[in-house]
């Protein structure tokens, strides 16, 4: 009985401990392309032929290089200041700049993992050569995977 | 004179029988029981992670029969060290409640219990992270740190388990439990790793298995 009393002990504070952690710290802000066709009360889902990103002042450092067949991306939001912009380069070299404004907030993970930035996102803009609009859909960046942002484009000079 | 004395050895009789009777009704009355326990669960989470001390103990009143009157304290030490964080926190706790025990058909089974607890607890600790530093691969670390912060919760808690005879007045026993947050009081806005007496902060709900030794305390005759 003891054995098994001991080994019951065992599982149950075992199941409390985590060795590996296995939640990301860097929380990513995930945005969506969208056409401002509406379908059913929501803009429709858009597909951007090829894409090219980069954070403003790291033309070096490409988020996306010229990645085909695009519906959504996942960015770096700049834990040390409260702005971040975004350079967006989109097919026939149409390029737009997104700015986006937040509050950042240290939160506790756990003992393995250590701590996590959380973005709490205020406001954001644009310039006009591709992008119409956008949508706030989730405010608070963390470890969810929701989409937080939809990005509404002019059609394709094609279309 | 004759009546009169016979009368009397009737009454002694009557005395010493009825004595007798209470002599026999004393041996099957309850009487109330004190102990005093080590929470051992604490000594075991160590093992498994090394970072976190907690110690408990316990105090039961058997105020009457199968009703257990039960206070418990204890404190709670973390110490984290990693590349990229130092997380520290103390605190204590203080639990209070009945334990109802299920074994009623033998008083004399030697203080042996199979039963249910039901507790109100009362956590408090400070805690800091003098060192935060997280790493965001495209734009740079930041760093940061929290100051130290004092953080409360209280919760209600039911259980059950089991006590059992080892030798002489030593028992040992189990107690799973299950707690449910009632209300926080946060210091600041940093989320303790551990709640002192509840267990791992991870929502609203704490399951923990306490392993306990006791010692009865031997009632007087």
């Known amino acids: ?159 | 004179m004759k009546n009169i004395s016979k009368y009397f050895f009737i009454l002694i009789l009557a005395f010493s029988f009825t004595a007798k009777a209470q002599q026999e009704a004393d041996t099957l009355v309850f009487r109330p029981s004190l102990s005093l326990g080590y929470d051992v669960s604490g000594l075991v989470l160590n093992l498994l992670e090394p970072e976190v001390f907690m110690h408990g103990a316990s105090l039961g009143y058997e105020w009457r029969p199968n009703w257990i009157a039960a206070l418990e304290v204890g404190s709670m030490n973390i110490g984290v060290e990693r590349e990229t964080h130092n997380y520290e926190a103390r605190g204590v706790f203080l639990r209070a409640g009945v334990s109802y025990n299920l074994l009623q058909d033998n008083p004399r089974m030697q203080g042996e219990e199979i039963f249910l607890s039901f507790r109100y607890g009362f956590g408090s600790l400070s805690h800091e992270a003098p060192r935060i530093t997280v790493d965001e691969p495209y734009w740079g670390s930041v760093e940061g740190s929290f100051e130290r912060a004092g953080y409360s919760a209280h919760w209600a808690e039911i259980g059950g388990g089991l006590k059992a005879r080892l030798f002489w007045h030593i028992y040992m026993g189990w107690d799973l439990r299950l707690r449910l947050m009632l209300a926080r009081n946060p210091g600041s806005e940093m989320n303790p790793y551990y709640i002192s007496g509840f267990g791992r902060n991870k929502g609203n709900s704490a399951v923990m298995l306490h392993y306990s030794v006791y010692y009865k305390f031997p009632f007087r005759k």
Request: charged content about 15%.
């Open chain 1, 1 to 159: 009985m003891l054995l098994v009393l001991l080994a019951g002990l065992f599982c149950l504070a075992g199941c409390q401990n985590e060795e590996v952690c296995e939640e990301t710290t860097a929380n990513r802000l995930r945005m969506g392309f969208y056409t401002p066709v509406v379908t059913s009360g929501s803009p429709t889902p858009y597909t951007v032929d090829s894409l090219t990103m980069y954070g403003v002042g790291r033309p070096d450092s490409l988020i996306y290089n010229n990645r085909k067949s695009v519906r959504s991306v996942e960015l770096p939001l700049n834990p040390t200041t409260n702005r971040t912009g975004f350079v967006l380069i989109f097919p026939e070299n149409i390029t737009d700049t997104l700015w986006i404004d937040y509050q950042t907030e240290l939160n506790f993970i756990s003992a393995e993992c250590g701590f996590a930035v959380f973005f709490d996102i205020e406001q954001a803009s644009h310039t006009n050569n591709r992008i119409s609009f956008f949508q706030i859909n989730q405010n608070l960046v963390t470890n969810s995977l929701e989409e937080h942002i939809k990005i509404l484009l002019y059609p394709d000079s094609g279309l």
